[in-house]
């Protein structure tokens, strides 16, 4: 049986860093949940280095002018990571083999606000028709579904066009409700047999560059804090680092709970069960 803890305390002397997510950890999207601001400070008293690791389609700049609006000052943590940034460094490198073959035009699947994953870079950002490649930051508008984006694959797949998905999530809970995101429509048009390369958990190449940012070696002194299984918990396991899930996250209507609730231990045993992975620990929110 997983051990549910109340807070990172009760395991603090183990680790020397902790790589956080952001939504469903620290936020839902609009609102810091409570007590985050002040967990951050404990751990930040109890010497722990941390790292906000998100699968964000935009550049970690934007995440902590994000954070700031939230009431949680960027003195309270050390270092942050998105997918989005991990994207901008490849199309800026052009190292990895897929990113090396890519042209130097784009279509932008996404809203207005996750231009700057590309905007500083030399691309020329054009229609589907025109376009060599497809920079994939999710859905425009909160309301819509894979679905809606189904006509824009099946043009690019006829052009057989590559596509970069800059969030690998599938969904986010904002306020209670599902949103679909990029990671989503990346899946359906890979099954539609279209190239895709992503950036972000649980691929272990960004942890690497995170634990590199870190800069803790030993990743035995690592944990990481996460509310999704299929990503945060198994990157950390891919990542060789332990995890501790946070339940009133993604998985909360399948636990059958609201934020702060806790759930079932036979119910929590049976979704770690059901997904594959095996957290260190579970908790509630996330605590001291």
């Not at 909160?142 to 694959?153: F, G, H, K, R």
């Not at 690592?222 to 990542?239: E, F, S, Y």
Request: glycine share 10%; net charge negative.
């Amino acid at each position: 049986m997983i051990p549910l803890i109340s807070g990172l305390e009760r395991l603090a002397e183990r680790y020397d860093g902790f790589v956080l997510d952001l939504w469903g950890v620290i936020h839902d999207g609009v609102e810091a949940y409570p007590g985050v601001a002040e967990t951050l400070a404990d751990l930040r008293r109890a010497g722990k280095r941390t790292i906000m690791l998100s699968n964000a389609p935009r550049r970690s700049s934007a995440l902590i002018e994000q954070l700031t609006r939230l009431g949680i000052p960027r003195e309270l943590y050390d270092e942050v990571l998105s997918s989005g940034e991990a994207v901008h460094l490849e199309l800026a490198r052009r190292q990895d083999p897929f990113f090396a073959a890519l042209g130097s035009k784009l279509y932008h699947l996404g809203p207005e606000r996750d231009r700057n994953v590309f905007d500083t870079l030399a691309y020329a950002v054009t229609d589907l028709d025109s376009a060599d490649f497809i920079v994939n930051t999710g859905p425009v508008e909160l309301s819509e579904t894979v679905a809606d984006y189904q006509p824009i694959l099946e043009r690019a797949l006829a052009r057989r066009l590559p596509m970069i998905c800059a969030n690998p999530d599938h969904v986010v809970i904002r306020q209670g409700k599902r949103i679909t995101c990029a990671g989503a429509i990346a899946s359906r048009y890979s099954d539609m047999g279209g190239l895709v390369a992503d950036r972000g958990k649980p691929d272990p190449a960004i942890y690497d560059l995170a634990l590199e940012m870190l800069g803790i070696a030993e990743r035995g002194r690592v944990c990481a804090v996460g509310d999704a299984l299929h990503t945060d918990i198994r990157g950390a396991r891919t990542a060789g680092i332990d995890a501790v899930l946070v339940t009133g996250g993604i998985h909360a209507d399948e636990l059958g709970i609201k934020w702060g609730e806790s759930p079932d231990p036979v119910r929590l045993a049976e979704l770690i069960r059901h997904h594959g992975e095996t957290p260190a620990a579970a908790m509630v929110k996330f605590a001291w």
